[in-house]
T-cell receptor, first 111, second 113 residues
Framework: GQQLNQSPQSMFIQEGEDVSMNCTSS?????WLWYKQDPGEGPVLLIA?????ELTSNGRLTAQFGITRKDSFLNISASIPSDVGIYFC???????????FGSGTQLTVLP | EAQVTQNPRYLITVTGKKLTVTCSQN?????MSWYRQDPGLGLRQIYY???????DKGDVPEGYKVSRKEKRNFPLILESPSPNQTSLYFC????????????FGPGTRLTVT
């Protein structure tokens, strides 16, 4: 089946720094989603992308739908302690009825 | 408040004792889904439902059953739980018949001894 490679697996950054993470797919997707999961809670949707090349922001978060439709990027600017958590990408191809999830990026923000 | 609720949040049980984890959403969503989350394996879909009485297998359906008799409810049934079903389970729902913009419940941590 489809696979998503998400990198990096973990990041340790200083408060105030910018963060970048990405996902690549072996197949084309027509929807990319980015989620954040806090410890002990369910994933929360951050950003949804529906068109190749689309760039969408949500506060300090910006995500892009790659023009090849096989990748997506998430950037967090000026990180703060509450950004700590696991970030997941997910893709959907339209012909499938399932989301495919990346393995997650564990983000730690150091004071 | 729009939400997906799951019960129980925590459950410890023994091998072979049938159990049901309930899931309910109040957003009139068509699509509902169950996932399990395990360290190093990420989120894997167990079953999904595109509408009432329409269910289909996800990536890891073995040992699980589901039903969708009402739009708002999508229970997950483990007829004979085994230790390898110890996991964190999430229910999710989305508007429309596909998994667009899924909203997740708070999770159920299941331990099977």
């Amino acid at each position: 089946g489809q696979q998503l490679n998400q990198s990096p697996q973990s990041m340790f950054i200083q408060e105030g720094e910018d963060v970048s993470m990405n996902c690549t797919s072996s197949s084309i997707f027509n929807t990319w989603l980015w989620y954040k999961q806090d410890p002990g809670e369910g994933p929360v949707l951050l950003i949804a992308l529906y068109k190749a090349g689309e760039l969408t922001s949500n506060g300090r978060l910006t995500a892009q739908f790659g023009i090849t439709r096989k990748d997506s990027f998430l950037n967090i600017s000026a990180s703060i302690p509450s950004d700590v958590g696991i970030y997941f990408c997910a893709g959907f191809s339209g012909s499938a009825r399932q989301l495919t999830f990346g393995s997650g990026t564990q983000l730690t923000v150091l004071p | 408040e729009a939400q997906v609720t799951q019960n129980p949040r925590y459950l410890i049980t023994v091998t072979g004792k049938k159990l049901t984890v309930t899931c309910s959403q109040n957003m009139n969503h068509e699509y509902m889904s169950w996932y399990r989350q395990d360290p190093g394996l990420g989120l894997r879909q167990i079953y999904y439902s595109m509408n009432v009485e329409v269910t289909d297998k996800g990536d890891v359906p073995e040992g699980y059953k589901v039903s969708r008799k009402e739009k708002r409810n999508f229970p997950l049934i483990l007829e004979s739980p085994s230790p390898n079903q110890t996991s964190l389970y999430f229910c999710a729902s989305s508007l429309g018949t596909g998994p667009y913009e899924q909203y997740f419940g708070p999770g159920t941590r299941l331990t099977v001894t």
